[in-house]
């Protein structure tokens, strides 16, 4: 027996390193989730994310009173089909090469329609009775607001964030 490729194996390597994904879009979206308390946005959030594709849910320093296996506004269960991350640092479990994208109502924030989502983005957001933390803040590459006339939801914000995303890459892949 030799060791090393076989011609057979060598030509299926040259395959697959050949081979260009089918995927339809490049990329992928997390939704982090600082400090929420209030179980009934914490499930909106994760129906959103399951609803449009998120590939992680990262909750970060949670009220502990939130189970995410007993939300009745989740009612397709995401967290059997997206994986959720409860953590005390958000950016510990943040995927590398991941652009953190805060949504938060501060003077220099971008407004979202003009924002161009980053290829590999982690939407990160603020509890329902506070906003982002500073300490995160800092560390996110852009931070973005949603042009309106009063404050939203967890819920509802991490929605048409989230649905923002989805209508900008498909016209992106129509052009």
């Known amino acids: 027996m030799t060791s090393g490729y076989t011609s057979r194996s060598k030509r299926q390597m040259e395959r697959h390193i050949k081979r260009k994904s089918t995927l339809p879009q490049r990329g992928f979206a997390c939704i982090a989730l600082d400090r929420p308390t209030d179980g009934v946005n914490v499930g909106h959030s994760l129906r959103a994310a399951l609803g449009f594709s998120a590939r992680m849910v990262i909750l970060g320093s949670k009220d502990s009173s939130i189970n995410v296996r007993k939300l009745s506004t989740d009612p397709?269960?995401?967290?059997?089909?997206?994986?959720?991350?409860?953590?005390?640092?958000i950016f510990c479990v943040m995927p590398n090469d991941c652009t953190p994208v805060a949504v938060e109502l501060t003077d220099d924030a971008v407004d979202l329609t003009n924002f161009v989502h980053p290829e590999r983005a982690c939407y990160i957001f603020g509890p329902e009775n506070g906003s982002v933390s500073p300490g995160i803040l800092e560390k996110c590459r852009y931070v973005v607001k949603i042009p309106t006339t009063m404050s939203l939801n967890l819920g509802m914000t991490v929605n048409i964030v989230m649905y923002d995303r989805l209508a900008k890459n498909t016209r992106k892949r129509e052009a």
């Open 76 to 89: 397709g269960r995401a967290y059997r089909h997206v994986p959720i991350l409860e953590v005390d640092d």
